[in-house]
């Protein structure tokens, strides 16, 4: 039971490139969802979906895409990178039950020049 | 918009004396959540509270979540050195149940 898996764990980025953050969790969890970290920020809601097919977009949305096709992937794409995009993105997952807590991953540190 | 607020953003302690940090939220929350993130790490759920007025104790940790369900606390009894991190509380956004709105967290530094 790995739970949640981001990858890659750091990636460094051009200006105007596009990439697709990798998530996946093996603990059959409804909910997933997307947030960066940045210092002073806290954590910031970019998509969440709550089933397969099913997305939507949180706090701070452009620029990027979400898809969930399956119920263990849900991975987060950058359309056009920007220096302003340069954060931390934690993948998080939690069961559709109202007492349980996210589980997250252990972050992509994604740096764009 | 929505907004969950912590205060104090800082907070450094001497191992042994007590810690406490204080969350509001913009609108009422049908539940508030803490988490605590190491440093360097991701953020670790630590305990749910739904019940207006409710006192959650995990070992040395209080929680308490408002009358009101507008606010919450966290405190810490007799800090100890592997209490360091940043807390975090968080609600539901946007009114679903799914997906969170993160306070920008209490960062608490324990002096040996």
């Known amino acids: 039971n790995a739970g949640v898996t981001q990858t890659p764990k750091f990636q460094v980025l051009k200006t105007g490139q596009s990439m697709t953050l990798q998530c996946a969790q093996d603990?059959?969890?409804?909910?997933m969802s997307w947030y960066r970290q940045d210092p002073g920020m806290g954590l910031r809601l970019i998509h969440y979906?709550?089933?397969?097919?099913?997305?939507d977009q949180g706090e701070v949305p452009n620029g990027y895409n979400v898809s969930r096709s399956t119920t263990e992937d849900f991975p987060l794409r950058l359309l056009s990178a920007a220096p302003s995009q340069t954060s931390v993105y934690f993948c998080?997952?939690?069961?559709?039950?109202?007492?349980?807590?996210?589980?997250f991953g252990s972050g992509t540190r994604l740096t764009v020049v | 918009g929505q907004q969950v607020m912590q205060i104090p953003q800082y907070q450094h302690v001497q191992e042994g004396e007590d810690f406490t940090t204080y969350c509001n939220s913009s609108?009422?929350?049908?539940?508030i959540q803490w988490y605590k993130q190491r440093p360097g790490g991701h953020p670790v759920f630590l305990i749910q509270l739904v019940k207006s007025g409710e006192v959650k104790k995990q070992k040395r940790l209080t929680f308490q979540f408002g009358e009101a369900k507008k606010n919450s606390s966290l405190h810490i009894t007799a800090t100890q050195t592997t209490d360091v991190g940043t807390y975090f509380c968080?609600?539901?956004?946007?009114?679903?149940?799914?997906?969170?709105?993160f306070g920008k967290g209490t960062k608490l530094s324990v002096k040996p």
């Open positions: 998080a997952s939690k069961r559709e039950a109202v007492n349980y807590g996210y589980t």
């Open positions: 603990m059959n969890h409804e909910y």
């Open positions: 609108t009422t929350l049908s539940n």
């Open positions: 968080a609600g539901p956004y946007g009114g679903s149940q799914g997906n969170l709105i």
């Open positions: 979906s709550v089933g397969a097919g099913i997305t």
